[in-house]
């Protein structure tokens, strides 16, 4: 049946919306890579275009009229995209100094839930499943996930899927690729948020690469505010106790098992993965220090051998580059088998492209074909 005028045009309204969105998202995503507190004034400029284009998609969204059959959809649809113009007015709007760092987590934090959302549309959209796809894997097909109504093991097992409470502490979000299969073992990448942060948003630092490469993404939430880094350990065995649960429901490859993180969540992933009875079979730290801790712990007599990849920016301005440069001396000269990565622009920031590099280095056979 030929489409009406108005589904034709109520098609290119979801066409251009989606580009503005999804330029919208990536822009956002560019500029929190390049987070410098010098350069935040300069950084909302290249954002303001994207802001205008993608308020006047929504706007026309809230105008529009849906086909018939399609209202669901309109209404997840236009519920994304103000998910995405929220996180780039926090991130654009001005804020006195005791406010600013706060404004900025809530834009990390909507950029993160816009992702969330705009997820389960990879099945509609090819443009969106391209988007949730490494660069160098776009355009290639991915296994859907299993039919809901289909008999079997696998049922509902691949996605995104989520452990306890997703607002809550203690719980964790995980990736299981939907061409998961249980006649392999899968390699485990375990990704540890910052301080305040939690699983469910830092799941989105590692996803594109989780979803182009094919392995499992544990992205726990620490029990508290941030990871156990005074006073009793709390975490650490709950990360081994998911560990075994997640083994327990899928194939997991134990000799592939990796655990990085973020600010507290690298300097976690150094106390935890030296640790004795540690599962980890490689860590790599981003942004973060040498726990005190490890030097009575006998972590560094356990880090002889080790596989560690360790990441800092120059420009860090919370944890300064001379700790981390004092760090890989002392990891090397502890015998650990030590990549140092200092990059000279990055700041107190995640620095995405360098997934890549480190997934390459933890496993050969996770490079894209």
Known sequence: MEATAGEVGYRALLADSGAALLAALSGLEGALRRLHPPEIPALRETLRPAFARLAAARDALAAATPPAGLADLHRHWSHVVTLGGRALQAFLEPAPPEAAAPRIL????????????????????PPVSDWFLEPGAR?????????????????????????????GRGGFHLYVPEGHAAERG?????????????????????????RSRGFLLLAPSSRGSTWSLHGPDRDGPALRSMIDWIAE???????????????????FALLA?????????????????LHPASFASGNLDRAHGRRIYLVHGALDWMFPVALAREAAR?????????????????SHAYPREENARILEWFDPGLALP
């Open 106 to 125: 809530e834009a990390m934090r909507l950029h993160a839930r816009a992702q969330e959302a705009l997820y389960p549309l990879c099945l509609v959209f």
């Open 139 to 167: 355009g290639r097909r991915v296994p859907p996930e299993p039919d809901p109504g289909a008999p079997g093991p696998d049922r509902e097992r691949t996605g995104i899927q989520v452990a306890g409470d997703p607002d």
């Open 186 to 210: 899968w390699p485990l990448v375990v990704a540890l948020h910052g301080g305040f942060g939690s699983g469910r948003d830092f799941l989105w630092t590692w996803l594109r690469e989780a």
């Open 249 to 267: 429901r899928w194939r997991v490859d134990r000799g592939r098992i990796l655990l990085t993180g973020l600010s507290d969540g690298a300097t």
């Open 273 to 289: 993965g030296l640790a004795a009875e540690a599962p980890y079979t490689a860590l790599a730290p981003v942004s973060g220090v």
């Open 330 to 346: 002392v990891l090397a000269g502890a015998g650990a088998d030590l990549v140092y990565r200092e990059i000279a622009d990055l």
